[in-house]
Every structure is written in structure tokens, then in C-alpha cells.
């Protein structure tokens, strides 16, 4: 690997923040993968792993705006230390109720929406303070490294998570995840960033979201990335919701393959990352984004059909690629076109569409596994994602066309 891939970690604040989040983002996966095996585990329904995604996640796309628009107005680093105390002590609260056999469904749901709540502010805010913490010109790199560290980190938390559920419980990876906090937390607490200037007059909020919403409808090509962060999450994302039923009741395992399939799909993202953060500039983002998109509608359907543990692991390496390498470019062709006024309400609406769509396609990929499975659940959103990458690729030729001759002849 290129030492210029690793260019942001050259600033100090950057590199309190990557390793902060590194130690939590692993107590993150560590949740997921075992609040998604409590869950099948209490229900044994796909369609409530799709609720309990829906209703997690549905908060933030509600409250994403107002994020935003609070990111824009106050010190991000404030707004973050809030929300980050507030996932510890969400993270505390449910692994108490684990550990102490006293979780039901209606307590995961509750504490599903609470951290969605949370982190409708924790989004945008964390995407500004990423964005003061280098030179715009390392932004890029800066934004791919993050996602290696969230993807990255899907290698080793889940691997532990499937290892402590197997042997302890669900209940002490929550714990654990509320003590890894603490390193993000430490690592707000130091940050040196310089003071960030903004406007002194004051604005309603409802004129400061309209004005990030102007922004983004007035660019046809903002729009198209929006659009293409949308199907992707809809159609590609849910996989990651409906793996405690693919290793269940698809290749009859436990949570230890569980934990091998998330740890071998962030091996396959965090490769994905990493390639990006090699680019020094954003030349072909674009059609990387495209080609990955495409590649989730064979990837994806030929993991679907996969009855065979070892097949299953291997295939989940390049979706994961395939996966990060949509989301990863699509994030940065999206902060390298928003005025530093206006990061925290534009990144609020970009998130807002990623939190609508990836409860919804949750939501209706659980129920499509519950009436016919999870591998036709799978396979369509496959499928899905091959079309709307056709559909933008002839939509970007169109945009390339030579224009037309007016009048011909001399």
C-alpha cells in the first residue's frame, strides 16, 4: 500500500479521531452482529429483524434534517461528545437487561429507536468535525480511510462477537461496546481544532434546511448521486440485516459463522476502502461507483444461492467490496461539491436518504424472507441493483452525447 493512502493521518486531530472511533467502532459491530442473533434468537422471524432495523434506523431519517442544521449552527464536537455518551449508556442499558435474562423484544425495539434518535445528531455533526480535522485537500482520503476503519473494524468485532455469544451471551458484547466509547470519547475530549467562524445573524432553522435542500435539488448531478445512494441502500444494504436468518436457517450454523460471514465482508469492504484512499484525486470515482453497483446484482444473487458454509464466506468477500466501494465513492463526490457553509445540512440529507432507505429496504426484504426466504429476498435486491446500474449508465452516456449540429450545412 502506497504511503500517500495514509496521507490524513499526518494531522494530529485526524488521527485522534480515527483512533478513537477504531476502538468503538469495533464495540459497534460487536452489538450488531449479537442485538441481530438476540433478536432471531427471541423471535426466530426474518420480518423482525427487518422491524427492528426499520425501527432503528427510522428515527434518524426523521430527525436527519434538524442534525443537520443543529451541526451547521454549534461546535460539532460538543454535539458529538453528547451522542456518544448517550450510545454508552444505551449500549450499558441493554446489556444489563441481557445479562440479567430480562430483554424481551419490547425493550430491543425501544433501545433500537433511542440510538437512532442519538445518532440523527451524531451523523452530520461527525461529518463536519472529519471535515475540520485535515486540509480540504486530504478530505478524500480522509473520508475513504474513515470507511476502511468502519468496514475494518467488521473484521475483528463480529469474529468476537460470534465468539462471546457462543460462549457468554449476547449480553456482554453490549457491554463491551459501552466501554469502547470511552476511547472515542478521550479522543474528542483532546482535539486542538481551530475556531470555526459562522454567521452572527440568526436564522430559523426551517430556512436553514431549505437552503441545504436548494442546494442539492439545483445540481443535476448532486441529485444523481443522491439517487444512486438511495437504490443502492434499498436494494444492496439489507443483507446485513438478514444474516442471523442466512446462517441459521440457509446454511444451519450458529453464531460463530455469523461472525465469520460479517468479519469476511469487512475484509472484503475494508479492501474496497483502502483502494479508494490510494486515489489522489476524485477522477473516476464516478465510474467505480457505476461498476460496483452493477457488481452487487451478481454478487449478491450468487451469494443468495450459496448452501455451502465455506462458498458463503468466500462470496461475502467481494460484496462487501462491492458494497463500500458504491457507498465510499459516492460520500465523496458528495463533500467535494458541498460549501463548507453548508457541509452539515447537505451530509444530513444525504444521510437522511441512506436512514430512509435502509430501514425501508430492511423492512420489506424481511418480510419477502419470511413469506419465501432470505435467498429470494437476496436475489431480487440483486437483481435490482444490475438494473439501476444499467439505468444510470445509459443516463451518464446521455450526458456525454456530442450535441446536436443546428442548422447543418454552411
Not at 59 to 84: I, K, S
Not at 295 to 319: D, H, K, Q
Request: charged share 10%.
Amino acid at each position: 500500500m502506497r504511503a500517500h493512502s495514509f496521507r490524513a493521518l499526518r494531522h494530529r486531530d485526524y488521527r485522534l479521531i480515527f483512533t478513537g472511533q477504531l476502538v468503538s467502532m469495533v464495540g459497534t459491530w460487536m452489538q450488531t452482529v449479537a442485538q441481530g442473533w438476540l433478536v432471531y434468537r427471541l423471535s426466530g422471524s426474518p420480518a423482525m429483524l427487518g422491524l427492528v432495523s426499520f425501527v432503528g434506523l427510522a428515527p434518524a431519517f426523521l430527525l436527519g434534517t434538524l442534525g443537520g442544521a443543529l451541526a451547521d449552527r454549534v461546535d460539532p464536537r460538543r454535539v458529538v461528545l453528547v451522542t456518544q455518551t448517550l450510545m454508552l449508556l444505551q449500549a450499558t442499558t441493554l446489556g444489563l437487561l441481557t445479562v440479567t435474562a430480562r430483554v424481551g423484544i419490547p425493550h430491543v425495539l425501544v433501545l433500537a429507536m433511542v440510538m437512532g434518535v442519538v445518532y440523527a445528531f451524531d451523523m452530520p455533526a461527525s461529518q463536519v468535525l472529519l471535515s475540520r480535522a485535515v486540509p480540504r485537500e486530504d478530505l478524500p482520503n480522509a473520508i475513504a480511510l474513515n470507511s476502511s476503519l468502519f468496514h475494518g473494524s467488521r473484521i475483528l468485532g463480529p469474529s468476537l462477537a460470534g465468539l462471546m455469544v457462543a460462549g457468554f451471551g449476547e449480553g456482554w458484547c453490549f457491554l463491551l461496546n459501552a466501554v469502547s466509547y470511552l476511547a472515542a470519547l478521550t479522543g474528542l475530549l483532546l482535539l486542538r481544532l481551530p475556531p470555526l467562524a459562522r454567521s452572527t445573524l440568526p436564522r430559523r432553522l426551517r430556512d436553514e434546511f431549505l437552503e441545504g435542500l436548494h442546494f442539492v435539488r439545483s445540481s443535476v448531478e448532486m441529485r444523481r448521486l443522491f439517487a444512486v445512494l438511495g437504490l443502492a441502500t434499498l436494494l444492496g444494504m439489507p443483507y446485513t440485516v438478514l444474516m442471523p436468518a442466512v446462517a441459521k436457517d440457509v446454511l444451519h450454523a450458529g453464531p460463530r459463522l455469523l461472525g465469520w460471514l460479517m468479519g469476511a465482508g469487512g475484509i472484503g469492504a475494508t479492501i474496497g476502502a483502502l483502494r479508494l484512499a490510494s486515489h489522489r484525486d476524485p477522477e473516476g470515482l464516478s465510474r467505480t461507483m457505476r461498476l460496483a453497483l452493477g457488481s452487487l446484482g451478481v454478487v449478491l444473487p450468487a451469494f443468495a444461492l450459496s448452501r455451502l458454509p465455506w462458498l458463503s464466506v468466500l462470496l461475502i468477500v467481494p460484496l462487501g467490496f462491492c458494497m463500500v466501494s458504491v457507498m465510499t465513492s459516492n460520500n465523496t463526490l458528495v463533500q467535494l461539491q458541498v460549501p463548507g457553509a453548508l457541509r452539515g445540512r447537505v451530509m444530513a440529507l444525504h444521510a437522511t436518504v441512506f436512514m430512509g432507505a435502509m430501514p425501508l429496504g430492511g423492512l420489506i426484504a424481511g418480510q419477502i424472507a419470511a413469506r419465501f426466504g432470505a435467498p429470494s429476498a437476496l436475489t431480487l435486491g440483486g437483481l435490482g441493483c444490475l438494473l439501476a446500474a444499467f439505468v444510470f449508465a445509459w443516463m451518464e452516456r446521455g450526458r456525454n452525447l456530442p450535441a446536436p449540429a443546428i442548422g447543418g450545412g454552411s
